[in-house]
């Protein structure tokens, strides 16, 4: 079983840029998949990225292509959200997440993460 801390979070005006970390333990990092997704007041838990255990495949929620970048250091058993032009509605506490499908796939979906970390908080005035 993998145990995953998040941080980086914080308060960033909009337009602003905060890199996210996400480190493991227990496991090493490269049997998962790895993911993040974010949850605002009042909403839904949403994706975010994802990247494949090979760091092969990547997927943007459409909204933050171009302006978030996932990416994974295996031999530092972590992965990063490098967030750029903040906009406040990108405010959310932010949550990374493992699946351990055997294939090499990176999925958009919660239900196929079995490990997640307690989230960080991002928010980002006007």
């Known amino acids: 079983q993998v145990q995953l801390v998040e941080s980086g979070g914080g308060l960033v005006q909009a337009g602003g840029s905060l890199r996210l970390s996400c480190a493991a333990s227990g496991r090493t990092l490269s049997r998962y998949a790895m993911g993040w997704f974010r949850q605002a007041p009042g909403k839904e838990r949403e994706f975010v990225a994802a990247i494949s255990r090979s760091g092969g495949r990547i997927y943007y929620k459409d909204s933050v292509q171009g302006r978030f970048t996932i990416s994974r250091d295996n031999a530092k058993n972590t992965v990063y959200l490098q967030m750029n032009s903040l906009k406040p509605e990108d405010t959310a506490v932010y949550y990374c997440?493992?699946?351990?499908?055997?294939?090499?796939?990176?999925?958009?979906?919660?239900?196929?993460?079995?490990?997640w970390g307690q989230g960080t908080q991002v928010t980002v005035s006007s």
């Open positions: 997440a493992a699946d351990p499908r055997l294939t090499d796939v990176a999925g958009t979906k919660s239900e196929t993460y079995d490990y």
